[in-house]
């Protein structure tokens, strides 16, 4: 590769010498020089064209990205079915015969870098989210905007680079020096047209489709609407009906509630008078029971008071008795003694007749 760049610039300086310009593009001298210099590079990679080239004018490439606005964005999609945002890139170059790498971390390091004061129409211009950690790639058309394929459910569509988003994650830009000759920019000519002519049907395709979905959306939103008035009505009709049920359920069960009451007042009433009765007629047994218990204590006091003065009698009568027995036995024992005593004092004689002995008083009792 070293060898090549030498020779490269060998001939360039050889040609300008003899008075020529060196035909060599800068980028592609860049790139080798890169090369050379041990960097990883990718090479772009023109298509071989006969006769005189010249550069291809950056309008015919910027008409080329914005005949694809509003292809929808399909993952590892490359053509007008639908586009990723290196592989929009790459069809779009790929009419000027530049084969750009697939990806878009590599299409960030290709051609030499730009500074964004000094960007111009069909630059690439190259974006980073850390954050998400993904890279994004579009073209750059002018005015401080650029057209891309952003992301899914989304379509081909120019934005300014002045967004908070693009401006936060922008990273650079990139340019390509290539070659392409008449024939070829012709053909892009053609290619454009037919592509102008297939994104005006297809816009035309998408107005009626959505002049349909607001047709559709139009005699939905009427049939909705007649729907839900009608579904109103009904509304309306059963709420009146259902209040004019929850009335009369609630007239009903004030009728009940009354009638209860009343029940309730008539039974408490019936309930008192029982009570008041019971109250008298056990006022009235207490009296009687109150009667009958004090007739009993009386009854059972002069019980208990005779039993105490019959015992006491018999106690009196028996004490009585008892000392009748000893004044009884103490005369009988005088009388015994004082017989004794003149029987000592009187002589006995033999052939007088014993006395019997009478029994005592207290041996016949």
Not at 200 to 208: G, K, L, S, V
Request: glycine share 4%; aromatic share 4%; net charge positive.
């Amino acid at each position: 590769m070293l060898g090549l760049v030498l020779l490269c610039t060998a001939a360039c300086a050889k040609r300008n010498e003899q008075g020529a310009a060196c035909t060599l593009p800068k980028a592609e001298l860049a790139s080798m020089q890169n090369a050379s210099r041990g960097r990883e590079v990718y090479p772009v990679t023109p298509i071989a064209a006969k006769g005189q080239k010249t550069p291809p004018p950056k309008k015919m490439l910027v008409d080329v990205a914005k005949s694809a606005l509003g292809t929808p964005y399909v993952a590892g999609g490359t053509d007008l079915r639908g586009f990723d945002c290196s592989g929009f890139v790459r069809w779009a170059y790929s009419h000027f015969g530049v084969k750009l790498p697939r990806s878009a971390s590599e299409q960030s390091r290709i051609g030499y870098s730009v500074r964004r004061d000094n960007l111009q129409a069909g630059d690439i211009v190259t974006f980073r989210d850390s954050r998400r950690g993904w890279n994004h790639v579009g073209i750059y058309v002018g005015d401080g905007k650029f057209i891309h394929s952003p992301r899914r459910n989304k379509n081909v569509v120019i934005v300014s680079m002045d967004q908070d988003y693009f401006r936060r994650t922008y990273t650079g830009a990139r340019r390509l020096s290539t070659d392409v000759d008449d024939e070829r920019l012709a053909e892009v000519e053609n290619l454009i047209a037919d592509y102008k002519q297939d994104y005006a049907q297809r816009r035309n395709r998408q107005h009626r489709s959505q002049e349909k979905a607001i047709a559709a959306n139009t005699r939905s939103s009427k049939e909705k609407a007649s729907t839900a008035s009608s579904r109103r009505t009904r509304e309306k009709d059963t709420v009146a009906a259902r209040r004019a049920q929850e009335r009369e359920k609630a007239a009903a069960r004030h009728r009940a509630s009354r009638a209860e009451e009343t029940k309730q007042v008539r039974a408490s009433l019936t309930r008192d008078r029982s009570e008041k009765a019971k109250a008298r007629s056990g006022a009235s047994a207490s009296r009687q029971e109150k009667a009958a218990r004090e007739k009993a204590a009386r009854q059972e006091k002069a019980a208990r008071e005779r039993a105490a003065a019959n015992k006491e009698k018999a106690r009196s009568e028996k004490k009585n008795k008892e000392k009748q027995r000893a004044a009884s036995s103490r005369e009988q024992s005088r009388q015994e003694k004082n017989r004794q005593n003149r029987k000592e004092k009187q002589p006995v004689s033999r052939n007088a007749p014993k006395e019997k002995k009478q029994p005592s008083r207290a041996k016949e009792k």
